[in-house]
């Protein structure tokens, strides 16, 4: 019942109480339309890179170079699905190292600034595909720093290219 014959005060408290419980009301709705489907991304990473050389999981590097990571593209494994991946954060030894924000994520390592033997790279970002929830990704890519090319394994070598699957979170 409108209380008319309260006056303009009246309905100004009626209609506000009737507000105030729709807009209390409006979390519980945005609720019900969440999404809880846990559909992550399924997507390889290629990582490009110049000045280093492939072998098995390794990317050896000779001291004195600057290993060049030239960029990161995410492809996805289901057909007909688009994937985008968001600013990368290398850690370099577990040390935050570099943020790229443009693609393609270039990241710069001088060599002569780390001690020769084994490091690892870790790429962290943030994954997106068409119908699938948002993701984090990361992927670690192991570094040998050698004094010398002829240290560098010859059986197996590739160059330029690491492609590799994320951990997913």
């Not at 593209?73 to 370099?92: D, H, S």
Request: hydrophobic share 40%; net charge negative.
């Amino acid at each position: 019942m409108i209380p008319w014959k309260i006056g303009i005060i009246g309905l100004l408290y009626y209609f506000m109480k009737k507000f105030f419980y729709l807009l209390a009301a409006l979390p519980l709705l945005g609720l019900a339309a969440c999404n809880d489907d846990d559909d992550l991304p399924s997507v390889d990473i290629s990582i490009n890179y110049e000045n280093g050389v492939q072998v098995g999981n390794t990317v050896y590097a000779v001291m004195g170079d600057t290993l060049k990571v030239t960029g990161i593209t995410a492809t996805p494994k289901r057909p007909n699905r688009k994937v985008e991946i968001g600013i990368v954060n290398y850690n370099f030894d577990g040390v935050p190292y570099y943020t790229s924000l443009v693609q393609p994520y270039p990241c710069y390592i001088p060599t002569e600034d780390f001690a020769e033997g084994n490091h690892y790279l870790g790429v962290l970002m943030p994954i997106y595909e068409v119908d699938c929830t948002p993701a984090t990704g990361f992927v670690q890519v192991n570094l040998k720093f050698v004094s010398d090319a002829s240290e560098i394994p010859t059986e197996g070598a590739t160059t330029s290219t690491l492609s590799l699957e994320p951990s997913l979170q």
